[in-house]
């Protein structure tokens, strides 16, 4: 009504309630928000922007965390560092930086990503601006022994279909083709869809963002546009953020590229890009390679991985913005209260840098904008080891395996500010992935996790499994059940579906009466999804206050020692995940 009121016509309001969108006369918006609107210039360009914070009516700015769109001073961009034309990526060229460049093949074998999982019923979503060209993702398919795009591929424009950002441009489709292309080349298999903004103003941004939420088209996005962080309004990052925080709580993983200019992504001061520094998106970072032996003019392939030390350019440091999350400790994470940057690292330094083809030519490419689609298809690839059910935010699953050999820990170079070390560190993260080794970490069977629960106690881990470990007063059972995301929606539902039917509670009597609290349980988790934030939180403390009825239920039965054993993880661990679950949907305040 006071959009209405000032004189905005509303003209968007997503299913998840989480934007309105409006337009108007500059007066309408100056009313609507109490600012005034100017025209100035600001780098060569005519810009405009408002003047101070806006306002709102008491009673409306308690349901609101920010208003977008009151400037177009900061525009996303995209992170790739260098953009180098050169000859068909076969050639054998004399000196560098030409010869030898990276491609898909080379990425395999750099870290060790074997033939098993190729992505397989996933879909990965770019989210960023401008179409790809047909032609050019066939032609470096072929040139890499790639088969073409999957069935269901294809790219999806976020505002009217003549909108400059919808188009094909050979000045600017070079982020979108290196996307696509590595994308591809890692999870050969996975839908690819590009999502683009109708520009590159940050409202846009936040609209195309709050697209992939609510189509849900895929569970894994990938986005190597950024902003520094100091530059973006608050209200911007605090939408944005609210959307990641949906995304996270449907099943979706974002990851986003850190950026190109070391630890000073602005002002030549210490900053980070954003979405990389949200706490709700996994930051990518960026390393330089060396393969074991290859990579000469002599042997242009990369015969495996040699040695990695951190990018000069890597973008990482403290966010001046978000508060650290729960997964963001231990394992060297310094001291502090505020989210750091990046996570997890890949190649990235533009020697090698790697090959992209774009509007028929050539190039080599480099910059974190190589690194984070690259990760997506890695995840991809976990997720159909899983069954397909998404991770949400990864970071807990990331962070719980640090240390391990899932990763290569760089521990030399530096970023400016900040200098790579054993463990997390704010150039590299955690590191690069050993692709195999990571996946059987993360994922000990595929399809399925085997733990074993104690007849006295359950200690439920929140990383990634859907079950408990402890050790059993007498003997020991194994249970063996579908692997799980860590969080979300699909990660609870998945962790309910395991409640069904338990093979160890064949002849009890109680199976029935608790299987039908599971069912109710998934029903209620059913209409959450679909409900606005405030409703969903409601209806998933009731699904929680199910299962931890249905938990004193066993608790007072008399069933076999194998049912209750099976039958009190699966309930605890379901009622923990649903409270994570209404707790998240808790910082979700829908308008």
Same mark, same amino acid.
């Given at each position: 009504?006071?959009?209405?009121?000032?004189?905005?016509?509303?003209?968007?309001?997503?299913?998840?309630?989480?934007?309105?969108?409006?337009?108007?006369?500059?007066?309408?918006?100056?009313?609507?928000?109490?600012?005034?609107?100017?025209?100035?210039?600001?780098?060569?360009?005519?810009?405009?922007?408002?003047?101070?914070?806006?306002?709102?009516?008491?009673?409306?700015?308690?349901?609101?965390?920010?208003?977008?769109?009151?400037?177009?001073?900061?525009?996303? =961009?995209?992170?790739?560092?260098?953009?180098?034309?050169?000859?068909?990526?076969?050639?054998?060229?004399?000196?560098?930086?030409?010869?030898?460049?990276?491609?898909?093949?080379?990425?395999?074998?750099?870290?060790?990503?074997?033939?098993?999982?190729?992505?397989?019923?996933?879909?990965?979503?770019?989210?960023?601006?401008?179409?790809?060209?047909?032609?050019?993702?066939?032609?470096?398919?072929?040139?890499?022994?790639?088969?073409?795009? !999957?069935?269901?591929?294809?790219?999806?424009?976020?505002?009217?279909?003549?909108?400059?950002?919808?188009?094909?441009?050979?000045?600017?489709?070079?982020?979108?083709?290196?996307?696509?292309?590595?994308?591809?080349?890692?999870?050969?298999?996975?839908?690819?869809?590009?999502?683009?903004?109708?520009?590159?103003?940050?409202?846009?941004?936040?609209?195309?963002?709050? =697209?992939?939420?609510?189509?849900?088209?895929?569970?894994?996005?990938?986005?190597?546009?950024?902003?520094?962080?100091?530059?973006?309004?608050?209200?911007?990052?605090?939408?944005?953020?609210?959307?990641?925080?949906?995304?996270?709580?449907?099943?979706?993983?974002?990851?986003?590229?850190?950026?190109?200019?070391?630890?000073?992504?602005?002002?030549?001061?210490?900053?980070?890009?954003?979405?990389?520094?949200?706490?709700?998106?996994?930051?990518?970072?960026?390393?330089?390679?060396?393969?074991?032996?290859?990579?000469?003019?002599?042997?242009?392939?990369?015969?495996?991985?040699?040695?990695?030390?951190?990018?000069?350019?890597?973008?990482?440091?403290?966010?001046?913005?978000?508060?650290? !999350?729960?997964?963001?400790?231990?394992?060297?994470?310094?001291?502090?209260?505020?989210?750091?940057?990046?996570?997890?690292?890949?190649?990235?330094?533009?020697?090698?840098?790697?090959?992209?083809?774009?509007?028929?030519?050539?190039?080599?490419?480099?910059?974190?904008?190589?690194?984070?689609?690259?990760?997506?298809?890695?995840?991809?690839?976990?997720?159909?080891?899983?069954?397909?059910?998404?991770?949400?935010?990864?970071?807990?699953?990331?962070?719980?395996?640090?240390?391990?050999?899932?990763?290569?820990?760089?521990?030399?170079?530096?970023?400016?500010?900040?200098?790579?070390?054993?463990?997390?560190?704010?150039?590299?993260?955690?590191?690069?992935?050993?692709?195999? @080794?990571?996946?059987?970490?993360?994922?000990?069977?595929?399809?399925?996790?085997?733990?074993?629960?104690?007849?006295?106690?359950?200690?439920?881990?929140?990383?990634?499994?859907?079950?408990?470990? @402890?050790?059993?007063?007498?003997?020991?059972?194994?249970?063996?059940?579908?692997?799980?995301?860590?969080?979300?929606?699909?990660?609870?539902?998945?962790?309910?579906?395991?409640?069904?039917?338990?093979?160890?509670?064949?002849?009890?009597?109680?199976?029935?009466?608790?299987?039908?609290?599971?069912? =109710?349980?998934?029903?209620?988790?059913? =209409?959450?999804?679909?409900?606005?934030?405030?409703?969903?939180?409601?209806?998933?403390?009731?699904?929680?206050?199910?299962?931890?009825?249905?938990?004193?239920?066993?608790?007072?039965?008399?069933?076999?020692?194998?049912?209750?054993?099976?039958?009190?993880?699966?309930?605890?661990?379901?009622?923990?995940?649903?409270?994570?679950?209404?707790?998240?949907?808790?910082?979700?305040?829908?308008?």
């Amino acid at each position: 009504a006071h959009l209405a009121q000032s004189g905005l016509t509303v003209t968007e309001r997503p299913p998840n309630r989480l934007l309105v969108g409006a337009v108007g006369s500059v007066e309408a918006l100056e009313r609507a928000f109490g600012v005034e609107i100017h025209a100035l210039d600001y780098r060569g360009r005519r810009h405009y922007a408002a003047m101070g914070e806006p306002t709102l009516p008491a009673d409306l700015a308690a349901s609101v965390l920010g208003v977008v769109g009151l400037d177009d001073l900061v525009e996303r =961009r995209p992170r790739h560092g260098v953009v180098t034309p050169v000859a068909a990526p076969r050639a054998k060229l004399d000196a560098p930086p030409h010869c030898c460049a990276l491609g898909p093949q080379d990425i395999a074998h750099l870290y060790n990503d074997g033939p098993t999982y190729d992505g397989s019923g996933e879909t990965i979503v770019i989210a960023g601006a401008y179409r790809w060209d047909d032609g050019d993702n066939t032609a470096f398919a072929a040139e890499w022994g790639l088969p073409a795009l !999957p069935a269901g591929s294809g790219q999806v424009c976020t505002g009217p279909a003549a909108s400059a950002a919808c188009q094909f441009s050979a000045q600017n489709s070079i982020e979108v083709a290196l996307d696509v292309e590595y994308a591809h080349g890692v999870a050969p298999a996975a839908r690819i869809l590009n999502y683009m903004a109708k520009s590159t103003a940050l409202v846009d941004f936040t609209a195309a963002y709050n =697209r992939i939420v609510t189509d849900n088209p895929g569970h894994v996005v990938t986005t190597s546009w950024g902003a520094c962080e100091a530059d973006i309004p608050s209200g911007t990052l605090a939408a944005d953020d609210a959307i990641f925080a949906n995304a996270n709580a449907i099943g979706q993983s974002w990851f986003a590229a850190s950026g190109d200019s070391g630890s000073r992504d602005c002002h030549n001061t210490a900053h980070v890009d954003n979405p990389a520094s949200s706490p709700h998106v996994i930051g990518v970072g960026g390393t330089t390679p060396t393969c074991s032996s290859g990579l000469t003019p002599a042997s242009p392939a990369c015969a495996g991985y040699g040695s990695e030390t951190a990018w000069n350019g890597s973008g990482g440091g403290v966010s001046g913005t978000f508060a650290r !999350p729960p997964f963001q400790t231990g394992c060297g994470v310094p001291a502090g209260t505020l989210r750091l940057v990046p996570d997890v690292a890949l190649e990235a330094d533009p020697s090698p840098g790697n090959y992209v083809l774009e509007n028929g030519t050539w190039f080599i490419v480099a910059g974190t904008s190589i690194a984070a689609p690259q990760w997506a298809g890695f995840l991809a690839e976990l997720d159909q080891r899983a069954g397909g059910a998404g991770f949400g935010n990864p970071g807990a699953l990331l962070y719980g395996l640090c240390g391990t050999a899932a990763y290569h820990d760089i521990t030399s170079g530096s970023n400016g500010d900040y200098t790579a070390a054993a463990g997390y560190d704010m150039v590299t993260g955690l590191g690069t992935i050993s692709a195999d @080794t990571f996946f059987a970490a993360a994922v000990p069977t595929p399809g399925t996790t085997t733990t074993s629960v104690s007849t006295t106690s359950t200690t439920t881990s929140p990383t990634t499994a859907s079950t408990t470990t @402890t050790t059993p007063v007498t003997g020991s059972t194994t249970t063996t059940i579908a692997a799980c995301p860590a969080d979300g929606f699909s990660g609870l539902r998945c962790a309910l579906a395991g409640g069904l039917a338990r093979p160890e509670c064949a002849d009890d009597t109680l199976r029935r009466r608790i299987e039908r609290r599971f069912r =109710r349980a998934t029903r209620l988790i059913d =209409r959450a999804e679909r409900a606005s934030p405030a409703r969903a939180r409601r209806l998933v403390t009731k699904a929680a206050s199910a299962l931890a009825s249905s938990k004193r239920m066993v608790e007072r039965s008399d069933v076999s020692p194998d049912c209750y054993q099976a039958l009190l993880a699966l309930l605890e661990d379901g009622r923990e995940r649903a409270e994570r679950l209404a707790a998240s949907l808790q910082a979700l305040k829908p308008l």
